[in-house]
Nanobody, 116 residues
């Protein structure tokens, strides 16, 4: 069974930076993309960024130009570099491994809080 473990969350001031990590264990198959989702209080979970097996990346409009998703296959880890953070970025961030129809595996989430 695949397990995803997020880390790197915390409290940061507006304008600051934070890097999230998602470490995968177990054998991964039928995975076409890795992604980061977030869920803010009172809001639905939203897709933040994805990276496909071919390395193609996509971002939500709200984070484009500020966030960067990347991966290190040797370390079985996906990263989300978050720069120029805003209070509205405050949320629980989840790592997910997706097949062709949607997420198959989820991490436990890591809290990101951006203060003004």
């Amino acid at each position: 069974q695949v397990q995803l473990v997020e880390s790197g969350g915390g409290l940061v001031q507006a304008g600051g930076s934070l890097r999230l990590s998602c470490a995968a264990s177990g054998t991964i198959f039928s995975i076409y993309a890795m992604g980061w989702y977030r869920q803010a209080p009172g809001k639905q979970r939203e897709l933040v960024a994805t990276i496909t097996s071919g390395g193609r990346t996509k971002y939500a409009d709200s984070v484009k130009g500020r966030f960067t998703i990347s991966r290190d296959n040797a370390k079985n880890t996906v990263y989300l570099q978050m720069n120029s953070l805003k209070p509205e970025d405050t949320a629980v961030y989840y790592c997910a491994a997706s097949g062709t129809t949607g997420p198959l595996y989820w991490g436990q989430g890591t809290q990101v809080t951006v203060s003004s």
